[in-house]
């Protein structure tokens, strides 16, 4: 096949006539009665019959994935870079962020990535290090230079921050100051933790943190080759906010203890080698917030603040406090390293010097933009290179400069985390004139767009390029008997629109058919038009959003609308009936409803399950709604009758396998439920399920098991075959990519 790199891969076996569907969105059935899904976080599909021959068991999947040409577009992705982290060592500076380019829409997936820099700035990376990846929140990374290598410790939430099961986990790696990643796989470090702090004294790195539920506050080391040499210890029964500080052989440990919220310390302890406390004392104070240490040959200084006053305190090199009170300290400290003779100490308002003597030395030196929106800058030094980076919290961007010993920056600022390539999110497939179609989001800082088109039955390339529709995101295409239609949300307006496709891949004239929408739309064709599912904000925007199903005629015009619940629903049709699921609160989920309704809008709906993320796909008689279970994490599933009697229900994937956003959609023959299985890495798998609910897949089997996040995805079938396309971040492109992979019968 022909290899035209277009950022997507597919290969394409037989073409017959292709059905209409979609995801991340819902689709309908082309060539007769079908079904529609949706899928979780803004996410659905939906299949039609296709027509053809069943599938054949075992199904595999094509071994080769084929590149197709790229959509060639300048401006930046959509991604958020965020809570920068530096260090400096062997004339190298490494600098550290929190970075969602690999997932930059919704869900989990914040990977830790870093790059390097020479002492005059210039960057020795050509694209980022990726040092942890995978379906979790990787965030707060923390760095620290030593035995010629920096250890990175980053804090890991296995689910959303906020969400039912999250755990926090510490995690580490090294990277060697050529910019090896020395641990791949990550160096697990501790569970129920917080985020971490390092420092480096003697022949170890010291990692500091609170745990994640209860009080406690822990101290580990780990040697330079990775090796845990002190696990966890139990440092304070109810120690919170710590901060640490080196001055090369030892190390002080700064926090907050807080028995209860009407007696809390400002507490300081110089732990030895054996993280044994050899020097403690106590502060009260009102309210205190540890906010930075720094340590070096005459001692070591911390900082704190305290209501809206910014405090310090001194330690001497013979463990003596030079202050017998706290001393003022510049406002709001972030961070302070040693620098000579005193120390650089950096907050929002820009970087003062600070003597040994305690003195500040003049007004704080701006870093960055005077307009910018500075947020947690973060200074290293190793005594000659300076560096200070910080995130601008309105854009989501890391940025840096060198400063001088005075704090003044000596080169512009400049950006320290790269804008990846514009991300390709939302793939809708689908039939017009019974030629392939593809659409997707293309999402940028810039802006999103969509781009569709006719592509290739056999490269899978574009075959007159692709149309871009400007301000619009989320397409959803399904087809009828007669027409194929496109839904999609309007960026500047916050509207859905609609429109038919032409027989030649036009657009006609787009029709409003929803306003003020919170995610994306579903759609799903019927007897006598189309049925569109979406979430209309209301008073507080998502926390109290109400779906809609709405009627179409052919053309894609609207009819009718009504509530069918809150949160987000999806569409699909048996026979006449309309069904739809709905998702019982949007944010935290509650159960799922599934209502019918003889020639809409207003289904009468009913519970199955506590459960999120429902799919929804038809085979013309029963409908299969799919879901993620709260508790198990497994994918369940449920046959539902025309009206809208459970007929039966059952467990879609295995017991201990967790699976995401399970989209559901009707090959001619039996269903196929595609969906996320989260490990380390999230794959994507597929498990067929018979018209009678028996499970012909048990294990599910691969569809892509690729290096990266797989997303959601959508499917077709078309005589015999299967076609589907997802997102996966692809390194080469340093952005999501829209993958594309058949599946047949024998995997041929």
């Known amino acids: 096949m022909a290899d035209c790199r277009i950022g997507w891969r597919v290969e394409w076996v037989t073409l017959c006539r292709v059905a209409g569907i979609a995801i991340m969105s819902a689709a309908a059935p082309a060539c007769g009665n079908g079904g529609s899904g949706g899928g979780g976080g803004g996410g659905g599909g939906s299949g039609g019959d296709g027509g053809g021959e069943p599938y054949v068991s075992p199904p595999e999947v094509a071994a080769e994935h084929v590149p197709i040409p790229d959509v060639v577009r300048t401006g930046a992705g959509p991604e958020r870079h965020e809570q920068p982290a530096a260090a400096v060592g062997d004339g190298v500076t490494l600098m550290l962020w929190s970075d969602n380019r690999a997932e930059p829409w919704g869900g989990s997936g914040a990977d830790i990535v870093g790059l390097r820099y020479a002492a005059d700035g210039t960057p020795m990376d050509d694209s980022p290090i990726r040092i942890?990846?995978?379906?979790?929140?990787?965030?707060?990374?923390?760095?620290?230079?030593?035995?010629?290598?920096?250890?990175?410790?980053?804090?890991?939430?296995?689910?959303?921050?906020?969400?039912?099961?999250?755990?926090?986990?510490?995690?580490?790696?090294?990277?060697?100051?050529?910019g090896t990643l020395l641990d791949p796989d990550g160096i697990a470090l501790a569970d129920n933790a917080a985020p971490p702090h390092i420092v480096v004294a003697g022949d170890r790195f010291y990692i500091a943190f609170e745990a994640n539920v209860g009080g406690e506050l822990r101290v580990m080391t780990v040697s330079p080759s990775g090796e845990i040499i002190t696990p966890a210890t139990v440092v304070s029964d109810h120690g919170f906010f710590p901060s640490m500080a080196s001055d090369g052989s030892r190390v002080m440990l700064s926090y907050v203890y807080e028995e209860s919220v009407d007696d809390p310390f400002q507490r300081f302890?110089?732990?030895?080698?054996?993280?044994?406390?050899?020097?403690?004392?106590?502060?009260?104070?009102?309210?205190?917030?540890?906010?930075?240490?720094?340590?070096?040959?005459?001692?070591?200084?911390?900082?704190?603040?305290?209501?809206?006053?910014?405090?310090?305190?001194?330690?001497?090199?013979?463990?003596?406090?030079?202050?017998?009170?706290?001393?003022?300290?510049?406002?709001?400290?972030?961070?302070?390293?040693?620098?000579?003779?005193g120390?650089?100490?950096?907050?929002?308002?820009?970087?003062?010097?600070?003597?040994?003597?305690?003195?500040?030395?003049?007004?704080?030196?701006?870093?960055?933009?005077?307009?910018?929106?500075?947020?947690?800058?973060?200074?290293?030094?190793?005594?000659?290179?300076?560096?200070?980076?910080?995130e601008d919290l309105a854009e989501a961007e890391v940025l840096s400069a060198r400063v001088d010993a005075t704090g003044a920056p000596l080169d512009p600022t400049s950006r320290v985390a790269p804008r990846g390539s514009p991300?390709?999110?939302?793939?809708?497939?689908?039939?017009?004139?019974?030629?392939?179609?593809?659409?997707?989001?293309?999402?940028?800082?810039?802006?999103?767009?969509?781009r569709y088109g006719f592509i290739d039955p056999f490269t899978g390339a574009p075959t007159n390029g692709f149309t871009e529709l400007?301000?619009?995101?989320?397409?959803?295409?399904?087809?009828?008997?007669?027409?194929?239609?496109?839904?999609?949300?309007?960026?500047?307006?916050?509207?859905?629109?609609?429109?038919?496709?032409?027989?030649?891949?036009?657009?006609?004239?787009?029709?409003?058919?929803?306003?003020?929408?919170?995610?994306?739309?579903?759609?799903?064709?019927?007897?006598?038009?189309?049925?569109?599912?979406?979430?209309?904000?209301g008073e507080s925007d998502l926390y109290d959003s109400t779906a809609f199903l709405i009627a179409l005629t052919p053309d894609?015009?609207?009819?009718?609308?009504?509530?069918?619940?809150?949160?987000?629903?999806?569409?699909?049709?048996?026979?006449?009936?309309?069904?739809?699921?709905?998702?019982?609160?949007?944010?935290?989920?509650?159960?799922?409803?599934?209502?019918?309704?003889?020639?809409?809008?207003?289904?009468?709906?009913?519970?199955?399950?506590?459960?999120?993320?429902?799919?929804?796909?038809?085979?013309?008689?029963?409908?299969?709604?799919?879901?993620?279970?709260?508790?198990?994490?497994?994918?369940?599933?449920?046959?539902?009758?025309?009206?809208?009697?459970?007929?039966?229900?059952?467990?879609?994937?295995?017991?201990?396998?967790?699976?995401?956003?399970?989209?559901?959609?009707?090959?001619?023959?039996?269903?196929?439920?595609?969906?996320?299985?989260?490990g380390t890495e999230s794959d994507l798998y597929a498990t067929r399920v018979a018209s009678d609910g028996t499970i012909l897949d048990p294990e599910g089997f691969v569809i892509s098991a690729e290096p990266g996040n797989e997303l959601a995805a959508a499917f077709v079938s078309f005589g015999g075959q299967g076609l589907t396309a997802y997102p996966r971040f692809d390194p080469a492109a340093d952005g999501v990519r829209i993958w594309v992979r058949s599946i047949g019968g024998n995997g041929t």
């Not at 990374?141 to 099961?165: K, L, M, Q």
């Not at 793939?427 to 392939?436: D, F, I, N, W, Y």
């Not at 019918?596 to 799919?615: Q, V």
């Open 132 to 178: 942890a990846v995978g379906h979790h929140e990787d965030l707060s990374p923390a760095v620290a230079f030593g035995g010629d290598t920096f250890f990175v410790a980053w804090w890991v939430i296995t689910r959303f921050p906020n969400g039912e099961g999250g755990t926090g986990l510490i995690r580490g790696a090294r990277v060697a100051s050529d």
């Open 269 to 341: 302890v110089l732990l030895d080698a054996n993280l044994q406390p050899t020097a403690e004392e106590s502060w009260p104070v009102v309210n205190g917030l540890t906010t930075a240490a720094a340590g070096g040959p005459t001692g070591f200084v911390t900082a704190w603040n305290d209501q809206t006053t910014s405090s310090m305190r001194r330690l001497g090199a013979t463990g003596d406090w030079l202050d017998t009170s706290p001393i003022a300290a510049p406002d709001d400290v972030v961070s302070m390293v040693r620098d000579g003779n």
């Open 343 to 390: 120390y650089l100490v950096a907050s929002m308002y820009g970087i003062r010097r600070l003597e040994d003597a305690g003195d500040q030395l003049g007004a704080p030196v701006l870093f960055s933009d005077p307009e910018a929106f500075v947020y947690g800058p973060q200074l290293a030094s190793d005594g000659s290179a300076r560096v200070v980076a910080w």
């Open 423 to 450: 991300s390709q999110l939302v793939p809708a497939l689908g039939s017009v004139g019974g030629q392939p179609f593809l659409a997707f989001t293309e999402a940028s800082k810039d802006g999103t767009s969509i």
């Open 470 to 537: 400007p301000n619009a995101r989320y397409p959803a295409i399904a087809t009828g008997q007669d027409s194929t239609v496109v839904v999609w949300v309007a960026t500047d307006t916050g509207s859905v629109l609609s429109a038919r496709f032409l027989e030649d891949g036009t657009l006609s004239a787009p029709n409003e058919i929803a306003s003020e929408v919170v995610g994306a739309p579903r759609i799903a064709a019927t007897a006598d038009g189309f049925a569109v599912t979406s979430s209309v904000a």
């Open 556 to 678: 894609g015009v609207r009819s009718s609308s009504a509530p069918v619940g809150s949160g987000y629903a999806v569409p699909t049709a048996i026979g006449n009936d309309t069904v739809v699921a709905v998702r019982g609160d949007p944010l935290y989920p509650d159960d799922l409803a599934v209502g019918c309704s003889a020639n809409r809008p207003s289904p009468t709906l009913g519970p199955i399950a506590p459960g999120d993320m429902p799919s929804l796909a038809s085979n013309g008689e029963l409908a299969l709604v799919v879901w993620t279970d709260d508790a198990s994490r497994q994918a369940l599933g449920a046959l539902v009758d025309a009206d809208c009697s459970i007929v039966t229900s059952f467990e879609v994937t295995e017991a201990g396998v967790e699976a995401k956003a399970p989209t559901a959609y009707f090959d001619g023959t039996s269903f196929l439920v595609l969906w996320r299985k989260l």
